[in-house]
């Protein structure tokens, strides 16, 4: 029997979900495939009132894996792209409460997964961005609409437009996370959270989220298939191949090109 690549633990009733891809949980497609059926697994187990996912202490995760990408931009890229947004959306619409227990690298579409929690917890010492712009690309499993929806245009474009990272402290300031913890006690503190929202009304808990959910703007999933035309096209772009490349040689990406109109 191989390796399972999402670990599930139970602490009373809630249900902890750990990415398990050394060395940096990238998300190719068979970590997607599990964590989507970890997911729904605990969507459907009544004694799982709560979901937690987290990492290990050097990556949460540090985003799409970058190889595979580059395989699959030479043909379906498209269906893994949406692939990648239907597990975001699987998570996004739980109806458990989720909680992201950050530690370490919390990149790209690892942000991306961790956007698509109810709640995110990050220890000190993470790193959290959408770098994607440095590969001639952009995010493509919601970023460009989640992030925007939780912490406001203009900081949402200085991440993605610069694709810096950003400490835990400065990710507080802005409503990208609702608490920093010590290093190595993200996970702990995300489970206390977890049991203690178990305690209260399971009903009224999911309640509150199909709210939550339905006054989510309904443009969001038109958007989200802009974004999905957007990432396909990058990918096969003459800048989308350099920043990949470069990435994957280590050096640094050479972008040329000019884009042909602004939208």
């Known amino acids: ?63 799409a894996d970058v190889r595979e990408l580059a395989e699959l931009a030479e043909g379906g890229a498209r269906e893994f792209i949406q692939h990648g947004q239907r597990v975001m959306d699987e998570l996004a619409r739980l109806n458990r409460p989720t909680v992201a227990a950050i530690e370490g690298y919390c990149l790209g579409g690892g942000l991306e997964l961790a956007l698509a929690c109810h709640v995110r917890i990050a220890a000190s010492g993470a790193e959290l961005g959408l770098p994607e712009i440095k590969l001639g690309i952009l995010p493509g499993f919601g970023g460009t609409q989640r992030l925007p929806r939780l912490v406001g245009s203009a900081n949402a474009l200085e991440l993605m437009l610069t694709g810096d990272s950003i400490a835990p402290e400065r990710a507080l300031a802005i409503g990208l996370v609702s608490r920093v913890v010590a290093s190595g006690e993200a996970l702990q503190a995300a489970v206390e959270l977890a049991t203690r929202i178990t305690e209260r009304s399971a009903t009224s808990a999911a309640a509150i989220l199909r709210v939550y959910h339905g006054g989510i703007d309904p443009s969001f999933a038109r958007d ?6 957007e990432v396909e096209a990058a990918l096969h772009s003459a800048d989308g191949r350099e920043g990949i490349s470069a990435f994957l040689q280590k050096r640094a990406a050479r972008f040329e090109s000019q884009p042909s109109s602004l939208f």
Do not use: K, W, Y
């Not at 602490?11 to 729904?40: I, K, T």
């Not at 989200?224 to 035309?229: A, N, V």
């Open 1 to 63: 029997m191989g390796v399972s690549l999402v670990d599930v633990e139970r602490r009373g009733a809630v249900e902890v979900l750990r990415l398990n891809r050394p060395p940096v949980n990238a998300l190719g497609r068979e970590l997607l495939d599990a964590l989507f059926h970890a997911a729904e697994e605990a969507g459907r187990d009544p004694s799982a009132r709560a979901v937690v996912i987290t990492g290990g202490t050097r990556a949460f995760s540090a985003g």
């Open 224 to 229: 989200l298939g802009r974004e999905l035309d």
